[in-house]
């Protein structure tokens, strides 16, 4: 079994994150910058100022996988207080650049959802949200670029507290077969949240009730159990 450590922290701070994972015997990391959507200076999950942010991104062994989090709780114990975010989230398979086979295999099923009447996809790792009230849920929102902020802004009044939003881009190209039944727009958002599960739920419907998501293909979401959500900082 593998995990995948994520971590968001202020820009320039990613290399802090994978250098400690290092040192525990992570192979590595990806740092991707992107931007906090925080409102009114109120320090909630993943709602830590709309400044620049860097997710890093660190896939270890079960084995290690409780050591590295101590590490990088170690190197970020010393820094401001709310410095960032930390959880991990189980990935069913991980295949290693010329590996002949996946290195992990099994792990939790994925159960899938049925289309949204947006045409989107919400699918839940393992059990399902109401399963799941007592812990925290990954929310994953794929939209077209500039559709990000009113998706957070209609999860924070369902309850969420704050997201990320990374600028991506799509790589279909006209002609080709839609991706999950998006339209080929190649620019896109990505927003993560990271909500108590017991408002998963309300958040989700909130998103997908948008006018901007009634278009069939218009956005993707989809939620993961975040274990070990931890905020990184001083505590006191």
């Known amino acids: 079994m593998y995990k995948l450590i994520i971590s968001i922290v202020p820009h320039d701070c990613g290399e802090l994150i994978t250098s400690a994972a290092a040192s525990r015997g992570a192979g590595g990391g990806t740092v991707i910058m992107a931007r906090g959507t925080a409102q009114n200076n109120i320090i909630q999950l993943l709602g830590l100022g709309d400044t620049s942010k860097d997710i890093a991104y660190v896939i270890v062994d079960e084995s290690i996988h409780q050591a590295v989090c101590d590490e990088i709780l170690l190197q970020t114990g010393q820094k401001k207080k709310s410095f960032g975010v930390m959880f991990s ?10 590996a002949g086979a996946p290195a992990a295999a ?34 994953s929102v794929i939209v077209n670029k500039g559709y990000a902020d009113d998706a957070m802004a209609a999860a924070r009044k369902a309850g969420a507290g704050g997201g990320t939003i990374i600028s991506a881009r799509g790589t279909a190209k006209e002609g080709d077969a839609k991706f999950l ?16 599960g017991e408002k998963c739920e309300q958040i989700v419907q909130a998103i997908k009730d948008l006018p901007c998501m009634q278009k069939a293909g218009s956005g993707v979401i989809f939620c993961n159990e975040a274990h070990g959500f931890t905020l990184l900082g001083k505590k006191e």
């Open 89 to 98: 989230v189980d990935l069913m398979d991980f295949i290693k650049a010329g």
């Open 106 to 139: 099994g792990g939790t099923g994925i159960r899938r959802g049925a289309p949204s009447p947006a045409g989107g996809t919400i699918t839940n790792t393992g059990d399902t949200m109401a399963e799941k009230n007592d812990s925290y849920q990954m929310i």
């Open 181 to 196: 039944g998006m339209e080929i727009v190649p620019e896109k958002d990505l927003l993560i949240i990271v909500v108590p």
